[in-house]
C-alpha cells in the first residue's frame, strides 16, 4: 500500500496532474508527467510495482487516507483537480454515471415499458428499485427522472440541480 508521505516524497501535484519528484527507476524522469490513461479512461502509474489510479493518489496526498471508493463529480475520469475528487460508497458513485450506451431514451432512469406502452421512470434508492411512474411523453418522463434524481440522489445526482425546486 501507498502511504500519503510516500505520495508526498515522490510526486508534485500540479492542477490535477503528478510529476515525479523523486525518481523510482530509469523510466520516469524528473518533472516529467506520471502516469498513462487506460481503456477506461483512468490514469495509471505504476509505482512500486503495482497500478495505481492517479485520482486516488492525489486524494491521499491531499486528505491523508483512501476511501474504498473516489468519486469524479464532472463525471470525467481524467480530472484530477482535488476539487472534483471526493470520497463515496459503491451506491453513491453509481448514482454519477454516465448513461449508459444501452440506453433507449437518451436520458437515466428513463426507460420504455412495453407492456404499458408508455416511458417509465424508477431510480434505486437506499438499494431498491424505486418507481416513480408511467408517462406518454418522453419529454416529462425526462424532466421527472431528473428532479427524482435531484430529491433522491442529493450532491450525488448526475443532474447537479437541473429543475431542482421548479416543480
Known sequence: MISQELALYHF????GRLYWKNRTSNRNKLGAKAGSPDKHGYVNICFNY???????IIYLMH????????DHIDGNPL????????AATHSENLKNQKIK???????????WAKREQRWRVRLTVA??????G???DRELADLVAMEACNLYHK???SYKGVLHGQF
Open 79 to 86: 480530472n484530477n483537480k482535488i476539487e472534483n475528487l471526493r
Open 50 to 56: 503495482k497500478k495505481h489510479k492517479m485520482h486516488r
Open 127 to 132: 438499494g431498491k428499485d424505486k418507481h416513480i
Open 134 to 136: 408511467y408517462f406518454k
Open 155 to 157: 450532491e450525488f445526482s
Open 101 to 111: 450506451s444501452c440506453n433507449t431514451s437518451g436520458n437515466k432512469n428513463v426507460g
Open 63 to 70: 486528505h491523508g487516507y483512501l476511501p474504498k471508493e473516489i
Open 12 to 15: 508534485d501535484y500540479k492542477d
